[in-house]
């Protein structure tokens, strides 16, 4: 279900790829996977589950060549692991994007993607929009994404709302996006 999730934001950037061209405002960024964001920390088993490599391969070969350093990881709340409540998890893919502006990937995003809404990047800019994919059928995954002047992200869980996901975007931004040195 999120394989099919990512499929719908990689051909929505790249029905705008080529047609939009991301400009060369701001600085150059680098995504990272740390080990830990915030409360959630990184499960490589759950990565191998959700077969996330295999979705990251998709991202770079559905891309036609505009994405770039493509990273992911698999995130678990690590306080929810340990309680009653079912555990928090986000599937985190992101890399560089070159060949598409933030507006259009997101405009695309949106068109494509029903009941999609527009929502904050957070402190670090860009735009941004989320989606319950599949939200009548049991299991849905939420999908969030966002694109900047050089990069792009998504995160989807199977465990959040969009609306929830789309917090935990924006919290989460500041600590895979940073400054390329």
Not at 43 to 71: D, H, W, Y
Not at 101 to 125: D, H, M, P, W, Y
Not at 133 to 150: E, F, K, M, Y
Not at 162 to 170: G, K, V
């Amino acid at each position: 279900m999120i394989g099919a999730g990512l499929a719908v934001v990689v051909a929505g950037g790249a029905v705008v790829l080529g047609s939009r061209v991301l400009s060369a405002n701001g600085p150059a960024h680098v995504l990272t996977t740390p080990d830990k964001l915030g409360a959630y920390v990184r499960r490589p088993q759950l990565e191998k589950q959700m077969n996330a490599g295999q979705l990251q391969k998709q991202v770079i070969t559905k891309s036609a060549g505009q994405a770039s350093r493509v990273v992911s990881a698999v995130y678990e709340n690590g306080t929810s692991a340990t309680s009653t409540k079912t555990p928090q998890m986000i599937l985190f893919i992101g890399g560089n994007l070159s060949g598409v502006s933030a507006s259009g990937f997101i405009a695309s995003f949106t068109e494509q993607s029903k009941g999609a809404f527009v929502t904050s990047g957070g402190s670090l800019g860009g735009s941004a929009a989320c989606v319950n994919a599949q939200a009548s059928v049991p299991g849905s995954v939420a999908l969030c994404t966002w694109a900047d002047n050089d990069t792009f992200g998504v995160v989807a869980s199977p465990t959040m709302t969009a609306a929830t996901l789309a917090t935990q975007l924006r919290a989460i931004r500041p600590m895979v996006e940073h400054v390329a040195k």
